[in-house]
Protein backbone atom coordinates (compact mmCIF):
# COMPACT_ATOMS: atom_id res chain seq x y z
CA UNK A 1 0.00 0.00 0.00
CA UNK A 2 2.96 2.49 0.37
CA UNK A 3 3.59 2.17 -3.01
CA UNK A 4 0.40 3.49 -4.02
CA UNK A 5 -0.33 5.72 -1.28
CA UNK A 6 2.83 7.86 -2.58
CA UNK A 7 0.84 8.36 -5.78
CA UNK A 8 -2.68 8.89 -3.54
CA UNK A 9 -0.92 11.77 -1.99
CA UNK A 10 0.33 13.41 -5.17
CA UNK A 11 -3.16 12.93 -6.83
CA UNK A 12 -5.31 14.12 -4.06
CA UNK A 13 -3.82 17.57 -3.11
CA UNK A 14 -2.92 18.78 -6.66
CA UNK A 15 -3.23 22.84 -6.52
CA UNK A 16 -6.46 24.42 -7.66
CA UNK A 17 -7.68 20.98 -9.21
CA UNK A 18 -10.80 20.47 -6.57
CA UNK A 19 -12.86 17.59 -5.91
CA UNK A 20 -14.58 17.44 -8.69
CA UNK A 21 -12.22 17.21 -11.28
CA UNK A 22 -10.06 14.59 -9.27
CA UNK A 23 -12.64 12.49 -9.04
CA UNK A 24 -13.91 12.57 -12.73
CA UNK A 25 -10.19 11.17 -13.00
CA UNK A 26 -9.70 8.74 -11.06
CA UNK A 27 -13.48 7.62 -12.46
CA UNK A 28 -12.07 7.61 -15.70
CA UNK A 29 -8.95 5.55 -15.37
CA UNK A 30 -10.36 3.24 -12.28
CA UNK A 31 -13.40 2.52 -13.85
CA UNK A 32 -13.57 2.83 -17.29
CA UNK A 33 -10.16 2.07 -17.98
CA UNK A 34 -9.28 -0.22 -15.31
CA UNK A 35 -5.80 0.53 -14.36
CA UNK A 36 -3.72 1.60 -11.04
CA UNK A 37 -2.78 5.22 -9.67
CA UNK A 38 0.26 3.74 -10.36
CA UNK A 39 -0.05 3.30 -13.95
CA UNK A 40 -1.58 5.85 -14.61
CA UNK A 41 0.76 8.33 -13.34
CA UNK A 42 3.39 6.51 -15.58
CA UNK A 43 1.22 6.68 -18.56
CA UNK A 44 2.96 9.44 -21.52
CA UNK A 45 2.36 12.86 -21.92
CA UNK A 46 0.47 12.32 -25.43
CA UNK A 47 -1.62 9.64 -23.40
CA UNK A 48 -2.76 12.41 -20.94
CA UNK A 49 -3.85 14.66 -22.94
CA UNK A 50 -5.81 11.99 -25.92
CA UNK A 51 -6.95 9.34 -23.67
CA UNK A 52 -8.07 11.79 -21.02
CA UNK A 53 -8.55 14.98 -22.46
CA UNK A 54 -6.10 16.85 -20.32
CA UNK A 55 -5.30 20.77 -20.95
CA UNK A 56 -1.67 21.56 -21.47
CA UNK A 57 -1.91 23.22 -17.64
CA UNK A 58 -3.11 19.75 -16.31
CA UNK A 59 -0.51 17.74 -17.54
CA UNK A 60 1.94 20.22 -16.46
CA UNK A 61 0.72 20.07 -13.04
CA UNK A 62 0.86 15.98 -13.26
CA UNK A 63 4.49 16.30 -14.36
CA UNK A 64 4.91 18.39 -11.18
CA UNK A 65 3.16 16.15 -9.07
CA UNK A 66 5.36 13.18 -10.49
CA UNK A 67 8.61 15.12 -9.43
CA UNK A 68 7.62 15.14 -5.83
CA UNK A 69 6.90 11.53 -5.72
CA UNK A 70 10.64 11.07 -4.06
CA UNK A 71 9.84 13.71 -1.38
CA UNK A 72 6.18 11.73 -0.61
CA UNK A 73 8.15 8.21 -0.55
CA UNK A 74 10.31 9.33 2.48
CA UNK A 75 7.10 11.26 3.91
CA UNK A 76 4.59 7.83 3.12
CA UNK A 77 7.70 6.02 5.22
CA UNK A 78 7.48 8.11 8.29
CA UNK A 79 3.60 8.20 8.07
CA UNK A 80 3.36 4.33 8.00
CA UNK A 81 6.00 3.64 10.60
CA UNK A 82 3.79 6.02 13.12
CA UNK A 83 0.81 3.96 12.73
CA UNK A 84 -1.34 6.04 10.21
CA UNK A 85 -3.33 4.89 7.67
CA UNK A 86 -4.63 6.05 4.00
CA UNK A 87 -7.67 5.00 2.68
CA UNK A 88 -8.37 5.79 -1.29
CA UNK A 89 -11.63 6.82 -2.32
CA UNK A 90 -11.43 3.83 -4.37
CA UNK A 91 -11.37 1.76 -1.06
CA UNK A 92 -14.22 -0.81 0.24
CA UNK A 93 -12.78 0.80 3.39
CA UNK A 94 -13.89 4.35 2.93
CA UNK A 95 -16.41 5.57 4.35
CA UNK A 96 -19.85 4.89 2.17
CA UNK A 97 -21.83 7.78 4.14
CA UNK A 98 -19.15 10.25 3.55
CA UNK A 99 -19.36 9.27 -1.07
CA UNK A 100 -23.04 9.20 0.10
CA UNK A 101 -23.59 12.51 1.20
CA UNK A 102 -20.91 14.51 -0.57
CA UNK A 103 -21.35 12.95 -3.75
CA UNK A 104 -17.98 13.55 -6.60
CA UNK A 105 -18.30 16.92 -6.31
CA UNK A 106 -17.31 17.37 -2.99
CA UNK A 107 -15.87 13.85 -1.70
CA UNK A 108 -11.96 13.48 -0.36
CA UNK A 109 -9.88 11.64 -2.63
CA UNK A 110 -8.24 10.42 0.36
CA UNK A 111 -8.56 9.69 3.82
CA UNK A 112 -5.97 9.89 6.48
CA UNK A 113 -6.40 7.87 9.70
CA UNK A 114 -5.49 6.61 12.70
CA UNK A 115 -7.63 4.35 15.04
CA UNK A 116 -10.71 1.77 14.73
CA UNK A 117 -11.21 1.87 10.76
CA UNK A 118 -14.30 0.45 11.25
CA UNK A 119 -15.92 3.31 13.01
CA UNK A 120 -16.66 4.54 9.27
CA UNK A 121 -19.22 1.80 8.77
CA UNK A 122 -21.70 3.05 11.65
CA UNK A 123 -24.31 4.93 11.89
CA UNK A 124 -23.29 8.57 13.07
CA UNK A 125 -24.53 11.74 14.22
CA UNK A 126 -22.61 15.11 14.49
CA UNK A 127 -23.59 17.60 17.14
CA UNK A 128 -22.53 21.27 15.97
CA UNK A 129 -22.49 24.74 17.17
CA UNK A 130 -20.91 27.61 18.45
CA UNK A 131 -17.62 27.68 19.43
CA UNK A 132 -19.02 30.29 22.57
CA UNK A 133 -21.95 27.59 23.22
CA UNK A 134 -24.13 28.79 26.15
CA UNK A 135 -24.62 26.93 28.88
CA UNK A 136 -27.98 24.83 27.53
CA UNK A 137 -26.29 24.27 24.37
CA UNK A 138 -23.39 22.45 25.99
CA UNK A 139 -26.50 20.61 28.48
CA UNK A 140 -28.20 19.78 25.03
CA UNK A 141 -25.10 18.22 23.18
CA UNK A 142 -24.31 16.34 26.31
CA UNK A 143 -27.79 14.54 26.22
CA UNK A 144 -28.03 14.21 22.50
CA UNK A 145 -24.21 12.48 23.12
CA UNK A 146 -25.88 10.23 25.85
CA UNK A 147 -28.32 9.30 23.52
CA UNK A 148 -26.31 8.62 20.87
CA UNK A 149 -23.88 6.29 22.49
CA UNK A 150 -27.04 4.49 23.98
CA UNK A 151 -27.76 3.71 20.23
CA UNK A 152 -24.52 3.13 19.51
CA UNK A 153 -23.77 5.91 17.24
CA UNK A 154 -21.03 7.09 16.48
CA UNK A 155 -20.40 11.03 17.42
CA UNK A 156 -18.33 12.92 14.71
CA UNK A 157 -16.42 16.30 16.39
CA UNK A 158 -14.98 18.52 14.58
CA UNK A 159 -12.53 18.87 17.98
CA UNK A 160 -13.11 23.07 17.81
CA UNK A 161 -13.57 25.14 21.55
CA UNK A 162 -17.67 24.83 22.44
CA UNK A 163 -20.25 22.52 20.78
CA UNK A 164 -17.92 20.18 19.14
CA UNK A 165 -15.36 19.57 22.36
CA UNK A 166 -18.28 18.76 24.41
CA UNK A 167 -19.91 16.55 21.87
CA UNK A 168 -16.48 14.70 21.73
CA UNK A 169 -15.91 14.46 25.74
CA UNK A 170 -19.44 13.59 26.67
CA UNK A 171 -19.10 10.12 23.79
CA UNK A 172 -16.38 9.43 25.66
CA UNK A 173 -17.86 10.02 28.98
CA UNK A 174 -20.79 7.83 28.12
CA UNK A 175 -18.33 5.09 26.37
CA UNK A 176 -19.23 5.70 22.96
CA UNK A 177 -17.37 6.04 19.92
CA UNK A 178 -16.33 9.15 17.94
CA UNK A 179 -14.31 10.40 14.96
CA UNK A 180 -12.69 13.44 15.18
CA UNK A 181 -12.39 15.30 12.51
CA UNK A 182 -9.03 17.60 11.64
CA UNK A 183 -8.48 20.89 10.64
CA UNK A 184 -4.93 20.24 10.23
CA UNK A 185 -2.50 17.24 8.96
CA UNK A 186 -3.10 13.93 10.82
CA UNK A 187 0.97 14.11 11.86
CA UNK A 188 0.72 17.74 13.05
CA UNK A 189 -2.29 16.17 15.89
CA UNK A 190 0.86 14.93 18.40
CA UNK A 191 -0.70 16.33 21.50
CA UNK A 192 -4.02 14.95 20.73
CA UNK A 193 -2.86 11.63 19.96
CA UNK A 194 -1.36 11.65 23.65
CA UNK A 195 -4.75 13.02 25.56
CA UNK A 196 -7.01 10.05 23.66
CA UNK A 197 -4.11 7.57 23.34
CA UNK A 198 -6.41 5.03 25.51
CA UNK A 199 -9.86 5.44 23.25
CA UNK A 200 -7.85 5.34 20.41
CA UNK A 201 -5.79 2.10 21.46
CA UNK A 202 -9.17 0.58 22.46
CA UNK A 203 -10.99 0.99 19.03
CA UNK A 204 -13.71 4.16 20.24
CA UNK A 205 -11.91 6.92 18.55
CA UNK A 206 -11.09 7.22 15.13
CA UNK A 207 -8.53 10.18 14.18
CA UNK A 208 -9.26 11.57 10.72
CA UNK A 209 -8.12 14.36 8.54
CA UNK A 210 -8.30 14.74 4.79
CA UNK A 211 -5.16 17.08 4.28
CA UNK A 212 -1.72 16.73 3.41
CA UNK A 213 -0.34 15.06 6.57
CA UNK A 214 1.87 17.94 7.64
CA UNK A 215 -0.40 20.90 6.66
CA UNK A 216 -0.39 22.88 9.88
CA UNK A 217 -3.79 24.47 11.10
CA UNK A 218 -5.27 27.36 9.54
CA UNK A 219 -8.21 28.73 9.45
CA UNK A 220 -9.36 28.12 5.97
CA UNK A 221 -8.32 24.27 6.63
CA UNK A 222 -11.01 24.64 9.81
CA UNK A 223 -13.82 25.58 6.86
CA UNK A 224 -12.92 23.31 4.51
CA UNK A 225 -12.84 20.83 7.67
CA UNK A 226 -16.93 21.09 7.71
CA UNK A 227 -18.66 20.01 4.78
CA UNK A 228 -16.72 16.74 6.02
CA UNK A 229 -18.44 16.53 9.57
CA UNK A 230 -21.38 16.91 8.00
CA UNK A 231 -20.73 15.04 4.83
CA UNK A 232 -19.93 11.62 7.43
CA UNK A 233 -22.53 12.22 9.49
CA UNK A 234 -25.66 10.22 9.06
CA UNK A 235 -27.90 13.11 11.12
CA UNK A 236 -26.65 16.20 11.88
CA UNK A 237 -27.84 18.05 14.95
CA UNK A 238 -27.61 21.85 15.46
CA UNK A 239 -26.84 23.30 19.67
CA UNK A 240 -26.76 26.64 18.58
CA UNK A 241 -25.69 28.88 15.29
CA UNK A 242 -24.43 32.57 14.90
CA UNK A 243 -26.14 34.12 11.97
CA UNK A 244 -22.13 33.70 10.50
CA UNK A 245 -19.09 31.64 10.96
CA UNK A 246 -18.77 27.81 10.41
CA UNK A 247 -21.53 26.29 11.90
CA UNK A 248 -24.18 28.47 10.10
CA UNK A 249 -22.07 28.28 6.40
CA UNK A 250 -22.83 24.08 7.19
CA UNK A 251 -25.82 24.27 7.96
CA UNK A 252 -27.07 26.56 4.61
CA UNK A 253 -24.72 24.47 2.62
CA UNK A 254 -26.23 21.36 3.99
CA UNK A 255 -29.77 22.41 3.36
CA UNK A 256 -28.97 23.84 -0.05
CA UNK A 257 -27.77 19.84 -0.76
CA UNK A 258 -30.86 18.84 0.67
CA UNK A 259 -29.86 17.37 4.06
CA UNK A 260 -32.87 16.66 6.66
CA UNK A 261 -30.42 18.88 9.63
CA UNK A 262 -32.20 19.31 13.19
CA UNK A 263 -32.09 22.14 15.47
CA UNK A 264 -32.32 22.70 18.75
CA UNK A 265 -35.49 25.12 19.31
CA UNK A 266 -33.90 27.98 21.55
CA UNK A 267 -35.56 29.33 24.67
CA UNK A 268 -37.78 32.95 23.96
CA UNK A 269 -34.78 34.89 25.71
CA UNK A 270 -31.99 33.38 23.65
CA UNK A 271 -30.18 35.19 21.25
CA UNK A 272 -28.73 33.15 18.27
CA UNK A 273 -29.84 32.37 14.61
CA UNK A 274 -31.72 28.94 15.69
CA UNK A 275 -34.74 29.97 14.02
CA UNK A 276 -33.73 31.62 11.45
CA UNK A 277 -32.49 28.08 10.45
CA UNK A 278 -35.63 26.68 10.89
CA UNK A 279 -37.72 29.07 8.84
CA UNK A 280 -34.82 28.19 6.43
CA UNK A 281 -35.84 24.55 6.34
CA UNK A 282 -34.08 23.08 9.27
CA UNK A 283 -36.31 20.64 11.62
CA UNK A 284 -36.66 21.82 15.04
CA UNK A 285 -36.11 19.51 17.63
CA UNK A 286 -36.95 19.54 21.82
CA UNK A 287 -33.61 19.00 24.57
CA UNK A 288 -33.71 15.20 23.82
CA UNK A 289 -33.94 15.68 20.04
CA UNK A 290 -37.94 14.92 19.29
CA UNK A 291 -38.80 16.46 16.22
CA UNK A 292 -41.73 18.99 16.67
CA UNK A 293 -44.25 20.10 13.53
CA UNK A 294 -43.94 23.85 13.62
CA UNK A 295 -45.13 26.71 11.08
CA UNK A 296 -43.45 30.26 11.50
CA UNK A 297 -44.53 33.70 10.76
CA UNK A 298 -41.57 34.59 7.85
CA UNK A 299 -41.45 38.29 8.31
CA UNK A 300 -41.11 37.90 12.64
CA UNK A 301 -40.22 33.93 12.70
CA UNK A 302 -42.44 34.03 15.78
CA UNK A 303 -43.98 30.90 16.34
CA UNK A 304 -47.10 30.21 15.38
CA UNK A 305 -47.71 26.70 16.69
CA UNK A 306 -46.26 23.57 18.20
CA UNK A 307 -47.28 19.96 17.80
CA UNK A 308 -44.66 17.29 19.11
CA UNK A 309 -45.02 14.34 16.97
CA UNK A 310 -42.69 10.91 16.50
CA UNK A 311 -41.29 11.34 12.80
CA UNK A 312 -39.21 8.22 12.09
CA UNK A 313 -42.54 5.98 11.51
CA UNK A 314 -44.57 8.42 9.98
CA UNK A 315 -41.90 9.46 7.44
CA UNK A 316 -41.58 6.14 6.35
CA UNK A 317 -45.15 5.65 6.00
CA UNK A 318 -45.46 9.27 4.10
CA UNK A 319 -42.83 8.16 1.85
CA UNK A 320 -44.37 4.37 1.15
CA UNK A 321 -48.32 6.45 1.00
CA UNK A 322 -47.67 7.61 -2.53
CA UNK A 323 -47.04 4.68 -5.10
CA UNK A 324 -45.48 6.34 -7.95
CA UNK A 325 -48.03 9.38 -7.95
CA UNK A 326 -48.77 12.98 -6.55
CA UNK A 327 -50.57 13.42 -3.64
CA UNK A 328 -52.13 16.53 -1.96
CA UNK A 329 -52.03 17.24 1.68
CA UNK A 330 -55.67 16.60 1.69
CA UNK A 331 -55.26 13.13 -0.18
CA UNK A 332 -52.36 12.09 1.76
CA UNK A 333 -54.17 12.78 5.29
CA UNK A 334 -57.17 10.65 4.21
CA UNK A 335 -54.88 7.85 3.02
CA UNK A 336 -52.57 7.86 5.88
CA UNK A 337 -55.31 8.32 8.47
CA UNK A 338 -54.10 11.55 10.66
CA UNK A 339 -56.13 13.77 12.34
CA UNK A 340 -54.15 16.67 11.57
CA UNK A 341 -55.15 19.81 9.44
CA UNK A 342 -54.04 20.55 5.92
CA UNK A 343 -51.92 23.06 7.17
CA UNK A 344 -50.04 21.45 9.67
CA UNK A 345 -49.55 18.49 7.50
CA UNK A 346 -47.99 20.92 4.43
CA UNK A 347 -45.74 22.76 7.20
CA UNK A 348 -44.63 18.95 8.41
CA UNK A 349 -44.06 18.07 4.75
CA UNK A 350 -41.58 21.35 3.82
CA UNK A 351 -39.00 19.60 6.49
CA UNK A 352 -38.76 16.02 5.01
CA UNK A 353 -35.85 15.67 2.47
CA UNK A 354 -37.26 13.13 0.33
CA UNK A 355 -40.42 14.98 -0.64
CA UNK A 356 -40.83 17.66 -3.88
CA UNK A 357 -43.53 20.50 -3.72
CA UNK A 358 -45.56 21.24 -7.07
CA UNK A 359 -46.33 24.35 -6.97
CA UNK A 360 -48.25 24.55 -10.39
CA UNK A 361 -51.18 22.91 -9.07
CA UNK A 362 -54.01 23.86 -6.86
CA UNK A 363 -53.69 23.06 -4.39
CA UNK A 364 -49.99 22.03 -4.31
CA UNK A 365 -48.99 18.40 -4.81
CA UNK A 366 -46.10 16.24 -3.67
CA UNK A 367 -44.27 13.52 -4.70
CA UNK A 368 -41.56 11.97 -3.49
CA UNK A 369 -38.28 12.62 -5.28
CA UNK A 370 -36.81 10.58 -7.42
CA UNK A 371 -32.90 10.00 -7.60
CA UNK A 372 -30.86 12.36 -9.22
CA UNK A 373 -27.28 10.96 -8.88
CA UNK A 374 -26.37 9.23 -12.20
CA UNK A 375 -22.38 9.14 -10.80
CA UNK A 376 -20.69 6.10 -11.37
CA UNK A 377 -20.49 3.11 -9.29
CA UNK A 378 -17.56 4.67 -7.56
CA UNK A 379 -20.23 7.13 -5.75
CA UNK A 380 -23.14 4.79 -5.61
Given at each position: MMNEAVYWMALAHLPRWGHLKINN????????????????????????????????????????????????????????SQGFELIPIVSPQFSKTLKGNLKAAHSPAVLYVKGN?????????????????????????????????KEYKVVVSGF??????????????????????????????GSGFKKYY??????????????FPKAPWRA????????????????????????????WSGVVDGLRKQRKIFVRQPEPTEKNANLILIQKGAVPVDFNGNVFAKTYDTTTLEQVSVVQEPSESLDSKIR??????????????????????????SAYMKHLHFIEVIKNKKPNLYKVKGIADSQPSLFA
Open positions: LIIKFYHEYRISIEDFFNLTETEWRTDYQLDEKQVYDLQKAKLELAGNAFLAESFFKKILDEKSIAIVGSRDASEVSLKFTDNIAKLASAKGVDKQALDSAINYKGQSIIVLPQGIMTFSQIINGDVLVLSTFELAMARNPIIYGLADEIYVAESAEKGGTSAFNGRPLSAKELISKLGLDWSTKKL
